[in-house]
């Protein structure tokens, strides 16, 4: 089927277009070139100080490989930002992952050499988390915190994340 | 003076904006993210609430308001740790890095986040978290004093609260405590029959009246419930302390085996379960509303947080009697936080009288969220060539009342957004509520989702009382009542399973698309006070049917946000069987668009939910 002649005249609905701004919306001008935005170079001059850094301690043939990954990575950002930004999205998934396995990796021991021990310690006779049914017990509900005289004033009260 | 109430980093995250106490924007950040139950910071409601009051780069705030304490939060999060080590090591691992990077620096990352806007505050303040939902219940109320009951999965520790109102004051009085929670155990059973915890309730409450109550006693056995309305929970039946499942064997072999996977056929044990569970809850939610009454002495309640939105339960909480008055916060689950946070900071904080005229509430119908200029809207069609036509303002309800008395379904796009849960509608799909065939339709055509689900009617409310047992307005769909009986027409009782389509197909009332196979309906009154344009199309198919009604569903497709813009409305409109959209005064017709389109959009439902 013809479908790019039956698009003629009208403009595909595509992510990129121009959305219908609701009322009072500040619109933003438009995006900055690549070249514009400071992070941009950030990413640059960082991997080319580790390839200069790498050459002067000898390591050449790492050096221009690193040179080399710059290189592209310096063409895809510039270039193709949409192809640089699939890039980054991956890396940035891979980062991610990466950042779970090791989160694992150490809070696992973590938890098994501290928390465990300590827990175990602390509940000896005690019920924390107030499991065990208080059958003669008339209610469940407790006063909340604000009751009573000790209660931090209102202000005070709601100042701090705890 | 502004404020900026902010909820965000557990489900639904959500911005609200308060100038002068007066709430002027509020929106959940999924409508723009086309996330469902976006739980990140609310970076893109927060821009449009900014955006609705004309605060700019450069600006200063007086406060941002957070709707719960982190710190709490944590604790309550370690404690619960060290009691169950060493089960518990996964979700452990799995938890502690979102904590440790991200949600116990909510106070920097306001900062920056507005920093990012050109926009400083001069403070934040942390509210508890059913605090914060008692204040988005009481607040902006109609009442001066009343009592207030919050219930949800949890806050920091409280899973509910008693608190009463007076004036501007607003005082918790008492807790009940994690991990004993009516939304929890809710939540259990709602994963056990297979659908998604903080979305699939409602699929649940819906399922109820097709099931029997015969499960009642194995689930008050799971309890140790006192008189009035506290409880424990026997932990033994429920894993989510340890682990990333609800339930525990023991609850699977208490209640005949595994659960039921999701998208698998309905069983009868899933509709006796859902109907079980839900006789319990409303048991639970009437002891603490009487506990409330006794305790307070009031003659007024207030309602928020997740429970709340169980709108059945509410309505049999109404019809008990307890209380003269009832009051539900239309954004009851955790996107009402943020406006709960905001009112207690203008209130409690910051010492702010208020008033209350003991009629009107002060969420302006819920229109809090963004709107769209019919001129903006024309430039975007006319730039992609989408055939439309224009409306004239003296016959457009007729026009559209028309199309709906053929029987075609009409999205709505018009006027401000609601914010929470409900479409009122501003972001509605309505038809023909007279048409047995209409529920069905809607569902398995439009919506794309289960058959069985129950679809609302939007009544005018000075016709409600000819057609619900229902003495008073619901503006917010928060009541269920009964269809009066000359309206009805008889059905078997139902005494097992049967195909549910089949019900759902069959005739119950003279308004059959809207009445639920227990004779009930989740009634939304619309008044030309609060919502006119709305109210002026239901008249128009009232003058032309003597149906005073719609059916009323959310504009969106399942597993999808509400749509929040003309763009995600159009692409709705193509990606369905739905016949008509009305974008402001712009009546876009789907056989007038271009073919290829029709094909484009023609895919099946999101993710599901
Ligand atoms: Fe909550």
Redesign the pocket.
């Known amino acids: 089927m013809a479908i790019g002649l039956q698009r003629q005249g009208t403009e595909p609905l595509s992510h990129r277009d121009q959305p219908v701004p609701w009322l009072g919306q500040r619109l933003e001008g438009p995006a900055k070139p690549p070249w514009a935005v400071g992070s941009a170079w950030l990413q640059v001059l960082l991997p080319l100080g580790i390839a200069a850094g790498l050459a002067l301690g000898g390591w050449t043939k790492v050096s221009l490989g690193a040179a080399l990954l710059t290189g592209i990575g310096l063409t895809l950002r510039f270039a193709k930002p949409d192809r640089y930004a699939q890039v980054a999205a991956a890396l940035q998934a891979l980062g991610r992952l990466s950042g779970r396995a090791m989160a694992y990796a150490t809070l696992i021991p973590l938890y098994f050499l501290v928390i465990t021990p300590l827990g175990l310690w602390r509940r000896q006779g005690r019920d924390p988390l107030h499991r065990v049914w208080q059958k003669a017990a008339p209610s469940y509900w407790q006063p909340h915190a604000s009751q009573g005289v000790s209660a931090p004033e209102p202000v005070e009260q709601h100042r701090h994340p705890y | 003076m502004r404020i900026l109430g902010i909820s965000c980093y557990y489900h639904d995250s959500a911005a609200c904006l308060l100038v002068d106490g007066v709430v002027v924007a509020a929106a959940q950040e999924e409508r723009f993210s086309r996330i469902k139950a976006d739980a990140r910071f609310p970076r893109q409601s927060l821009r449009y609430c900014l955006d609705q009051a004309g605060i700019a780069a450069g600006d200063t705030i007086d406060a941002v308001a957070y709707y719960d304490k982190p710190i709490l939060k944590f604790h309550r999060l370690i404690e619960t740790h060290l009691a169950i080590a060493p089960r518990g090591a996964a979700r452990f691992a799995q938890a502690m890095p979102s904590w440790l990077t991200k949600k116990l620096w909510i106070e920097p990352d306001i900062h920056s986040e507005l920093a990012k806007l050109g926009i400083r505050t001069r403070a934040v303040y942390f509210c508890e978290?059913?605090e914060a939902?008692a204040a988005s219940a009481f607040f902006p109320s109609p009442f001066a004093d009343a009592a207030v009951l919050t219930l949800?999965?949890v806050?920091e520790w409280a899973t509910a609260s008693l608190g009463l109102g007076r004036g501007k004051d607003l005082q918790l009085l008492e807790t009940l405590n994690f991990p004993h929670s009516l939304g929890l155990l809710y939540a259990a059973f709602t994963a056990y029959a297979g659908f998604k915890v903080n979305s699939g309730e409602y699929k649940l409450m819906g399922l109820a009246p097709y099931g029997r109550p015969v499960y009642c006693d194995q689930i008050r056995g799971l309890m140790d419930l006192k008189q009035d309305g506290s409880f424990a929970l026997d932990m033994k039946y429920f894993g989510y302390l340890a682990g990333q499942q609800m339930w525990t064997p023991a609850f699977a072999h208490l209640f005949d085996g595994p659960p039921r996977q999701p998208e698998a056929p309905l069983q009868q044990r899933d509709l006796d379960l859902a109907r079980s569970i839900q006789v319990v809850t409303e048991e639970v939610v009437l002891a603490m509303a009487a506990h409330a009454k006794s305790l307070t002495g009031q003659r007024n309640l207030c309602l928020a947080?997740?429970v709340a939105l169980n709108c059945v339960a509410n309505g049999r909480l109404l019809r008990a009697g307890l209380f003269d008055n009832l009051w539900i916060q239309p954004a009851a689950?955790?996107a009402g936080?943020a406006l709960g946070a905001a009112y207690a900071t203008w209130h409690t904080v910051l010492g702010q009288s208020r008033h209350a005229d003991g009629q009107h509430d002060a969420m302006q119908g819920c229109y809090l969220g963004p709107e769209f200029a019919d001129a903006d809207i024309a430039a975007w069609l006319d730039r992609h060539g989408f055939p439309y036509t224009r409306l004239s303002p003296q016959t457009w309800a007729d026009q559209v009342a028309e199309l709906i008395e053929k029987q075609q379904v009409v999205g709505l796009f018009m006027g401000r957004m609601e914010f929470g849960p409900r479409a009122l509608g501003n972001r509605s799909i309505v038809g023909d509520p007279r048409s047995p065939a209409m529920q069905s339709v809607m569902n398995l055509k439009i919506k794309f989702r289960e058959s069985f689900r129950p679809f609302a009617p939007s009544v005018l409310e000075e016709h409600a009382a000819a057609y619900f047992d229902l003495d008073r307005p619901s503006p917010y769909m928060l009541l269920v009542a009964d269809v009066l009986e000359q309206r009805r027409t008889p059905m078997q009782p139902i005494e097992t399973y049967v195909d549910l389509q089949e019900i759902a197909n069959a005739p119950r009332s003279d308004v059959p698309a809207i009445t639920h196979v227990d004779y009930s309906a989740r009634v939304q009154t619309v008044s030309k006070e609060t919502n006119p344009r709305y109210h002026e199309l239901i008249s128009a198919f009232f003058a032309r049917t003597g149906c005073p009604m719609l059916v009323n569903t959310s504009f969106n497709v399942r597993g999808e946000p509400i749509v929040a813009t003309p763009e995600q409305a159009y692409r709705c409109l193509m990606r369905t069987q739905m016949d008509a959209l009305v974008l402001g005064n712009l009546l876009v017709r789907r056989d007038e668009q271009p073919r290829f389109l029709q094909e484009d959009f023609l895919q099946g439902p999101a993710a599901l939910d």
């Open positions: 978290h059913h939902h949800d999965g806050g947080g997740g689950g955790d936080g």
